[in-house]
């Protein structure tokens, strides 16, 4: 018997009217559950048919030879089991037609795929039965016109008759992508992460079994094999690079390297373009390419500062306004360059000072500037994309604005402005109970200050130096929902509250841009 088009992993549908014993057409509710004609399909009455406890009478395997929208056509009934009438709603599939007949013994011959082609999509499992009049044209490789021949899988391995003895398929059945591959760039070294595949799968059938993954890696251009390149590693437990990642090291800094993950079975090796990935190591602590020093001048990166940027290679104090939406307040300060920080790992930028005055948190807030987050305000500039946000200037939102330190110890405030003025130095902060006792010092010569470090007249951080020393920062005061904090005003260890609406003279906007 020839086996023409076949699906065995579509989907199923039903009868959408009844089929006489002798019609030789009929409709079903989803034309999109079959392959393009010719096809072999099932009828039955049953949902998830048990092929091992059938017989003849529990179903109809027909061969359909046109199909025109809903309607099947030219139907060959009785291919295998009993013809009858089958009312609606019966069950029809293409897909269970391999297995029935992998149980039943039956021999589908004359595929009309290379064998290499049946292996690679997973989509036949089948054994033989003598019976010559099934034989039809064929492909397999070793296999003569006139012989009978066969698929099945045997020990999980994709295996053809021809017509004396079995052989193993060529190339056997390949697993699927490895998935989540990423990488984290380091000085002289490169992190691969990825996730192994599963074993395939055509049913209950196993058909492929993953046995590893190797990691090749190259210059100039992507590997096209498991050996052309260098094999940075073979893993043979599954998963196990896929938090912590795998670190290729003794790199060249700034050299690009080209990978590609090759997952394996006993028999064959997957090769797909979707397993590729490139990095490039790097000494800098800042490896994106935004503005600024790619090196910190002090701290890390889980708190560190960069120094300052210029605003031609950033945003000037009208170019951001612009891109956030923002009119109300008075600009000033159009060329103040802005402060680069490291922060959690992340990048972030804030003007050296507020860029608008008598502006109100409700405004800001209006233009969704306040919160950042997945929702937040994005600009973009020469590439790169940053999230448009306030500083913290508390620990938590709501504040404890009741507490001895208004909640300000721990802040982003506190870990990335404080350590940069002068009063870290000697601890002469103006409000001392707000300031934790190990700020560090973060040495640079960029302010008018002590050692060079900057001053609240450098920062904008004290009412005495013009207007918009109090910046509005995220949080929302606990003892009242109509506040929000602020830093500064007093010196650069103040913290206050106000009413949102507040848009007073002393009202500053320093927006923060995180670098995604």
């Known amino acids: 018997m020839t086996i023409p088009n076949m699906m065995p992993l579509s989907p199923k549908t039903t009868l959408a009217g009844s089929m006489a014993i002798g019609a030789a057409q009929v409709t079903v509710a989803d034309d999109t559950a079959f392959p393009a004609a010719p096809f072999l399909a099932i009828i039955t009455g049953e949902d998830n048919p048990d092929f091992s406890s059938w017989d003849v009478s529990d179903y109809e ?22 013809a009858r009438a089958w009312p609606a709603g019966s069950w029809i599939m293409c897909g269970a037609v391999a297995e029935l007949f992998r149980r039943l013994g039956v021999a589908i011959t004359g595929a009309t795929d290379d064998i290499e082609d049946l292996a690679g999509e997973g989509r036949t499992t089948e054994t033989v039965k003598e019976n010559a009049d099934a034989l039809d044209a064929h492909k397999a490789d070793n296999v003569s016109q006139g012989e009978l021949h066969g698929l099945r899988v045997e020990n999980e391995k994709l295996e053809y008759y021809t017509g004396t003895e079995w052989k193993i398929a060529s190339g056997g059945i390949p697993v699927g992508n490895v998935s989540g591959l990423s990488i984290e760039e380091g000085d002289a070294e490169i992190t691969l992460m990825w996730t192994d595949p599963e074993d395939r799968y055509l049913d209950d059938l196993k058909i492929a079994e993953w046995q590893g993954t190797k990691i090749v890696r190259k210059e100039g251009s992507y590997p096209v094999s498991d050996d052309d390149g260098t094999l940075v590693v073979d893993n043979k437990t599954r998963n196990q690079y896929s938090t912590n990642g795998y670190k290729d090291t003794g790199l060249t800094n700034l050299v690009t390297y080209y990978y590609m993950a090759f997952p394996y079975t006993e028999d064959a090796i997957t090769v797909d373009g979707a397993n590729r990935i490139v990095g490039t190591p790097t000494d800098a602590d800042d490896p994106s390419g935004s503005p600024g020093s790619p090196n910190l001048i002090a701290g890390d990166m889980n708190a560190g500062f960069f120094g300052e940027v210029p605003a031609s290679e950033l945003f000037t104090a009208s170019e951001i306004a612009s891109a956030c939406g923002i009119s109300q307040g008075t600009a000033q300060f159009e060329n103040e360059p802005w402060l680069k920080f490291a922060l959690d790992g992340k990048i972030l930028f804030r003007p050296r000072k507020s860029i608008r005055h008598s502006i109100s948190w409700n405004s800001i807030n209006t233009a969704n500037c306040v919160y950042g987050g997945s929702e937040g305000k994005r600009v973009t500039k020469d590439g790169q994309t940053y999230i448009v946000r306030l500083m913290k200037g508390a620990l938590t939102d709501p504040s404890l604005y009741d507490a001895s330190d208004r909640g300000a110890k721990g802040s982003e405030w506190n870990r990335l402005m404080l350590p940069i003025h002068e009063q870290a130095i000697d601890k002469s902060w103006a409000y001392s109970a707000y300031v934790e006792d190990n700020i560090p010092i973060w040495n640079h010569n960029l302010g008018t ?36 904090v602020g830093r500064g005003f007093g010196g650069v260890s103040g913290s206050g509250a106000y009413t949102a609406s507040d848009s007073s003279a002393n009202r500053g906007w320093s927006p923060v841009l995180e670098l995604i």
Do not use: F, P
């Open 61 to 82: 395997v027909i061969e359909v030879k046109e199909v025109s929208g809903s309607t099947l056509k030219q139907i060959d009934r009785a291919v295998e089991g009993t």
């Open 449 to 484: 200050g002590a050692n060079g470090m900057y001053t609240d007249a450098d920062l904008m951080t004290h009412n005495s130096h013009g207007n918009g020393s109090y910046s509005w920062c995220q949080e929302t005061r606990n003892t009242d929902a109509a506040w929000r």
